[in-house]
Nanobody
Framework: QVQLVESGGGLVQAGGSLSVSCAASGLTFSQYRMGWFRQAPGKEREFVAA????????DYADSVKGRFTISRNNSKNTVYLQMNSLTPEDSAAYYC??????????????????WGRGTQVTVSS
């Protein structure tokens, strides 16, 4: 079965950087579009970033554009989220998600059928 396992979360000071990863198994990784979402306590889950199957097309929420970078390594079945210039408002559980789309060349913000369990990112002020 498809499994997504996030790692790399932790505590960082405001203005700092952190990178989180998501290792996928049980799937042909290159057939899946990938995304990152986050959810802070008391808030709804929100879209953060998305990546096409090839990694050539990206999409970002306005709140992270210019600070976060999503990427993937199809040979390692892994998707990454590099986060720079972090603020306390970025504190949340970060989830990766996968969408089976073997013929798609673009990203999606909504169509994800598989989810990881999340990794916590906390930014101190």
């Amino acid at each position: 079965q498809v499994q997504l396992v996030e790692s790399g979360g932790g505590l960082v000071q405001a203005g700092g950087s952190l990178s989180v990863s998501c290792a996928a198994s049980g799937l042909t990784f290159s057939q899946y579009r990938m995304g990152w979402f986050r959810q802070a306590p008391g808030k709804e889950r929100e879209f953060v970033a998305a990546l096409s199957r090839s990694g050539g097309i990206t999409d970002y929420a306005d709140s992270v554009k210019g600070r976060f970078t999503i990427s993937r390594n199809n040979s390692k079945n892994t998707v990454y989220l590099q986060m720079n210039s972090l603020t306390p408002e970025d504190s949340a559980a970060y989830y990766c998600a996968a969408d089976y789309a073997p013929t798609s060349a673009i990203t999606t913000r909504v169509r994800y059928g598989y989810w990881g369990r999340g990794t916590q990112v906390t930014v101190s002020s």
